[in-house]
């Protein structure tokens, strides 16, 4: 016989059609956009995989100062490797040919044997004044193919867009923090067009690849280190990079990895707190139908059909958001979450593959989470016994005295009863409104913290052009002052290794102006941050090429963000790193040093440089803020939205009483819903500051992984945005439940007099 309580599915469906729908569409996009996620980012997952082999990706690769002779390579090639040259030349850019130079290129010879090139568009270069263009790269600065930009001089015609397999991330040097796609780019061009601009610019990089892979990372990492100590014998290194370390390689991987463990993880949490909307729901619905309940148990259903009949509902709507969840993930959000993808890596052409544990992630799994969740409430609340739902007795502690409340005003105290009946669901309020609020921090403050990073960079830069020279050379320039630098490695436990940027500063330095302490270094406040450093702690570094290790205490901590470093002064540093008095390598300049040749140049750190992290992630990650935010708006809308509806629901017999009673529609809402205010702004309050907390950690957890820090900045300005957007939130929301106040028959206190 079929089952007769399967005709009030539809009934309810019908009635509640305004709730369900609302849940339907937001768990429908929901789903899609992190179906979308999966899809698109386990099909470049897989393309960025499979590209080590199908581009033949360098295991490494080393830059000397000098050409090493074949001896040296013959010699190297002893030890399990092959070396392949891949010289290149970094030349300044115009590229939109208005005479300023406004980025810097790296430019390959043709490759045909090592890290190969995908082309995007267009064609390879033929001749030599035509060069191929990294696609992001030229996406940022407007450049497209047939276009001509000037480069080092030379007006060069671009032939087409293309993705270098080993700069799927855009680093200009390894120890960066971030990337830059916007004012550093890679390329290709035939070899006599890259030999056209001579030794101006010019690095001696040499690839390898291992003759016979290694099993695994530690052996990688053995292997690494022994063609490292035979290198350093033999030549002058000025880079040394094995693939596993390679932020320009590896990054990408990593951060898609950690991108997709992020979104699952939001998807559940969200799955979880409607989960316990619709307890709440079918609780308030148990209540309303109890004699029912209790009639049809009395007649021979039991508790299991029950169960299955209420629970039917929510598994019913989460099914078919996630069946069209994930039919818009295939079709839709794919391209949405491949184009941000594209916004920030240079990543090859990829083909969307089948991801069956993308399906299973957005379609069981949270059936599986809603089904637990209300089976436990609904095996709770259908315990009771049939009598007990015929006389509506569902409490579970006998002689329940009611809270003793202050002697207040009639209306304050009326009000506060509202809100301890309808304790559980304004609890789920309150953690919705703190989930919602913590991703709306997050999409709030990034923008500011980044601009304030940017700021603070620029205002402690130690000089406009801070030069890295290969050798010493004097100038006559007095606006020039020397120092030296060098690069070590941290050691840290729960960190990978990172560059430590060291600095010897001449006494009386005209750039560098803090008091250098008697004992110990000057540190940078990023560096104590990080590494939770204080005032008299040590901290061991070691050689960037080599094992020495050199352990420096903590004399000061200096306001420096644009990278972790170190300060010594000149004479400590000379005696540290046994250097004579006349060896430095490097200049600090207010002014372009116009008299130092290209060739004895290493690097030249500017204002661009000490700007690039905020520029890229402005670029790169400005539209997923933007879309956090919407996200989180629309979450405490609907979240506010249904448990507002559900209590007044719930009180629908008391407020048809007291519109008997005379009570207006306008005395009547400031009862019950200012009731609701009073929680909405107690938890939008109380959520400020549980997020901000909750940020913290989330964001010390996520800087771990960076290399360099951003100090964490909550403009102060955001928390009011934040109770303002709540509250214009809640008063659309109230507006619509005073509709309905206004709807409630003064008859319905009649239908259920006991």
């Known amino acids: 016989m079929r089952n007769p309580l399967r005709k009030r599915l539809l009934r309810e469906l019908i009635s509640e059609f305004g709730k369900y729908l609302v849940i339907f569409l937001f768990l429908a996009a929901t789903i899609g956009f992190v179906s979308g996620f999966l899809v698109a980012g386990g099909s470049m997952i897989k393309a960025y995989d499979e590209s080590f082999e199908k581009y033949n990706i360098e295991d490494g690769h080393f830059v000397l100062e000098e050409k090493a002779d074949e001896e040296v390579i013959s010699e190297l090639e002893k030890g399990g490797v092959s070396i392949y040259l891949d010289f290149y030349h970094e030349v300044d850019v115009d590229s939109d040919l208005n005479k300023t130079i406004d980025s810097v290129l790296r430019i390959f010879s043709e490759r045909t044997e090592v890290n ?23 996406q940022n600065n407007q450049i497209a193919v ?29 120890g960066d923090m971030m ?16 030999g056209a601009f001579g030794p101006s610019g010019l690095h001696y990089s040499y690839s390898w690849k291992y003759k016979e892979a290694p099993k695994d990372t530690i052996e990688e990492k053995d292997k690494s280190d022994n063609l490292m100590k035979g290198l350093a014998v033999q030549a002058k290194i000025s880079g040394y ?17 950690g991108d ?157 009863r509202i809100i301890f009946q309808n304790r559980a669901n304004y609890m789920t309020l309150f953690a919705g409104i703190i989930f919602a609020n913590i991703l709306m921090l997050f999409g709030m403050m990034m923008s500011p913290l980044l ?77 104590a941050e990080k590494y939770k450093l204080r005032e008299g702690d040590f901290v061991t570094l070691r050689e ?16 420096y963000p644009a990278m972790l470093a170190v300060f010594l002064s000149a004479e400590q540093y000379r005696d540290v790193f046994e250097r004579k008095e006349d060896d430095f390598n490097g200049y600090f300049s207010d002014e372009k040093l116009t008299e130092i040749k290209e060739e004895y140049i290493a690097s030249c750190i500017t204002e661009d440089d000490l700007t690039k992290v905020s520029r890229q992630l402005t670029v790169s990650m400005g539209k997923m803020f933007s879309m956090v935010n919407v996200f989180a708006v629309v979450l405490a809308a609907l979240l506010i939205y249904l448990l507002t509806r559900l209590i007044l629901e719930q009180n629908t017999g008391s407020i048809s009483m007291v519109k008997i009673l005379g009570y207006r529609n306008g005395e009547i809402g400031r009862l019950y819903l200012l009731a609701t205010t009073w929680v909405v702004i107690i938890s939008i309050g109380i959520s400020l500051f549980v997020s901000t907390e909750i940020i913290r950690l989330i964001y010390r957890e996520m800087m771990k992984g960076f290399s360099g820090w951003l100090t964490l900045y909550i403009d102060s300005k955001i928390y009011g945005e934040m109770f303002l957007m709540g509250m214009a939130v809640y008063l659309m929301v109230a507006l619509l439940q005073f509709r309905k106040i206004q709807r409630i028959p003064m008859d319905e206190a009649l239908k259920n007099v006991e």
Request: some cysteine; overall charge negative.
């Open 116 to 138: 190969l090139v995908c082309l995007m568009e267009g064609e390879l270069p033929t001749a030599p004044d035509e060069i191929a263009i990294d696609r992001m790269y030229a």
């Open 146 to 174: 047939n276009d001509i930009i000037e480069a080092g001089g030379r007006d060069l015609t671009v032939t087409g867009l293309v993705a270098l397999s080993d700069y799927s991330a855009l680093f200009t040097d390894n």
């Open 179 to 194: 990337f830059d796609a916007v004012k550093f780019g890679v390329a290709v061009m035939t070899k006599d067009g890259a």
């Open 241 to 257: 990079v094995p693939r596993y370390a390679n932020q320009a390689i590896q990054f990408t991987g990593d951060d898609m990895g």
């Open 260 to 416: 997709r463990t992020m979104m699952i993880v939001l998807l559940y949490i969200l799955i979880v707190i409607l989960a316990f909307v619709f307890s709440v729901t079918i609780r308030h619905t148990i209540v309303r139908e109890a004699a029912v309940i209790g009639t049809l148990r009395a007649s021979g259903y039991t508790k299991g059909e029950l169960l299955r009949h209420y629970l039917a509902m929510p598994l019913l709507v989460t099914l078919l958001a996630a069946i069209v969840g994930n039919v818009l993930g295939y079709t839709v959000f794919k391209f949405m979450v491949a184009g941000m993808y594209y916004n920030s890596y240079s990543l090859p052409t990829y083909e969307t593959v089948w991801n069956g544990e993308a399906f299973w992630l957005t379609t069981v799994v949270p059936l599986v989470i809603m089904s637990i969740t209300n089976v436990i409430s609904l095996m709770r609340s259908l315990s009771l016994s049939p009598l007990q739902f015929i006389r509506r007795d569902l409490s579970r502690t006998k002689h329940k005295k009611a809270v003793r409340l202050p002697n207040f005003r009639f209306f304050t105290r009326f009000r506060l």
């Open 451 to 527: 601009s304030h990073y940017q700021d603070e960079a620029l205002a402690n830069m130690i000089a406009e052009y801070q030069y890295v020279l290969k050798y010493p050379v004097e100038l006559e320039s007095e606006k020039a002052e020397k120092y030296n630098v060098t690069s070590l490695k941290t050691r840290e436990e729960g960190f990978e290794e990172e560059a430590v940027t060291v600095y010897g500063i001449e006494e009386n330095s005209r750039y560098v102006d803090w008091d250098l302490p008697e004992t110990g270094v000057i540190i940078s406040d990023g560096f």
């Open 544 to 559: 960037e090429f080599g094992e020495k290790q050199y352990t420096f205490q903590v004399g000061k901590i200096q306001d």
